[in-house]
Nanobody, 114 residues
Framework: VQLVESGGGMVQPGGSLRLSCAAS????????MSWVRQAPGKGPEWVSA????????YYADSVKGRFTISRDNAKNTLYLQMNRLKPEDTAVYYC????????WGRGTQVTVSS
């Protein structure tokens, strides 16, 4: 089983990034997916989730209206489009598969700074 995040980097406030999470080794379409982030010196923070079919999505208040979660079950890939980024969005972003089992990626760093 693998979840591999990509797309992180450094961006100025107000900028955008698109994170991807490539899944393999399990039936991606049978799992709900989430993004969870952890800022330096803080605990994990749930960011967003999407159900198996992609028809229902959920967001933390801190990102609602700025971030969009989506998935492509044919490509076994999860996405997070992040717009109007703020310095407080700086964190390591992890993708998580939840269902019959629970899987985590290793994370991708997002830094928002001028």
């Amino acid at each position: 089983v693998q979840l591999v995040e990509s797309g992180g980097g450094m961006v100025q406030p107000g900028g955008s990034l698109r994170l991807s999470c490539a899944a393999s080794g399990f039936t991606f379409g049978s799992y709900g997916m989430s993004w969870v982030r952890q800022a330096p010196g803080k605990g994990p923070e749930w960011v967003s989730a999407i159900r198996t079919g992609g028809d229902k999505t959920y967001y933390a208040d801190s990102v609602k209206g700025r971030f969009t979660i989506s998935r492509d079950n044919a490509k076994n890939t999860l996405y997070l489009q992040m717009n109007r980024l703020k310095p407080e969005d700086t964190a390591v972003y992890y993708c998580n598969a939840w269902g019959p089992s629970d899987y985590w990626g290793r994370g991708t760093q997002v830094t928002v700074s001028s």
